[in-house]
């Protein structure tokens, strides 16, 4: 009667507390009914929103700024704007690297609708201000150079901000729904569709309405509007700061892959051991500090001698992460190798 009891207490708190290593605002353990879901996620899609609606806005029409502002030669401007959309894919992979080490996902988010906003505040100034210009004239045959200075970096302001927006946004997104509630585990599958649904709707209406006004009214207007829209979902997003789960950066993602690949070589002739899901090595639920726990898999099977625990190995101190690892960071490794990702999962496992 009391194990039932002990059973039910279990259970009922962890419908009303989120175990899965987020904490709140205050750095504890998240209230699911004040945290999360649909609540937190709203917040998520708005910044979605403006970000891809100014990235499209000025991307579409770079070309035909450089050509009929800047004065730019066609030829020329084609490698301008290739050079800057080949610095705004390159970014992401180190905004990536820093959410996940240093910063964190929240953090990393913030400063780059920060320096986002920077460059678009830069790109409205770049045409209004009578110092940075183009021209006095409505016809010139060459701008300012202080205008193209100016222009150039606020774009690349623009790219910066890109960089720290694309890993980490939606990832934080899919932190707010537990995997392991039921409910939140389907509303995070809805989750995807509608932070689509905002993506598409900026795209589409960067690339007709904000083209339209670039050609049509003029370029400071459109970008007067990016501005506004770029600084509203960014308060939006910070009025939502105590609505979110969070996850802390836990140091560099390649160091647990090297351990693994290291104490896989080191194993490397060790028998496979008959009942993998039983014998090889995992922190125990109750000292994983509520970190995830992946289930063992056959994927790359040679990584699991990584957890093969040997004779003489005592698991009652920390083991040395570089020779005997957990099933979770071998499977989280695993699912790296294959391309593979669980939407902030398995980034949170492989450091279990």
Sequence with gaps: MEERFEVEAGEVDEM????????DHKGKVPLRASTGSWKASL????????????YFGIATSLVLYLTKVIHKD???????????SGVTTLM????????????????????????????????????????????????????????????????????????????????????????????????????????????????????????????RVNWGVADIILTGVMAFSLLIFIIG??????????????TP????????INKRKLPYPSNPAVQLYEVPKSKSNNAKILCHTNKLKFLDKAAIVENGEN???????????????NVAV???????SDDGDVKAGIMA
């Design 16 to 23: 009303k507390w989120v175990y899965d290593s987020s904490v």
């Design 43 to 54: 917040f998520i899609i708005a910044i979605e929103f403006s970000e891809r609606l100014s």
């Design 74 to 84: 066609l030829e020329t401007a084609a490698k301008n704007v290739n050079y800057w």
């Design 92 to 215: 992401p992979l180190f905004g990536g690297f820093l959410a996940d080490a240093y910063l964190g996902r929240y953090s990393t988010v913030l400063a780059s609708c920060i320096v986002y906003l920077m460059g678009l505040v830069l790109l409205t100034l770049s045409w209004f201000l009578p110092g940075l210009r183009p021209c006095d004239t409505s016809m010139c045959t060459e701008p300012r150079k202080i205008h193209e200075v100016v222009f150039f970096l606020a774009i690349y302001l623009i790219s910066v901000g890109t960089g720290g927006h694309k890993p980490s946004l939606e990832s934080f997104g899919a932190d707010q729904f537990d995997d392991d509630h039921a409910i939140e585990r389907r509303q995070k599958m809805s989750f995807f569709n509608w932070w689509n649904c905002g993506l598409c709707s900026g795209l589409v209406l960067g690339v007709t309405v904000i083209v339209y006004l670039q050609e």
């Design 241 to 254: 700061r105590p609505f979110y789960r969070y996850r802390a950066p836990t140091g560099s993602p390649l």
């Design 257 to 264: 892959m090297l351990q693994v690949l290291v104490a896989a």
């Design 315 to 329: 698991l009652a101190d920390k083991p040395n992460p570089w020779k005997l690892t957990t099933v979770t960071k």
């Design 334 to 340: 695993a699912d790296c190798y294959e391309g593979k």
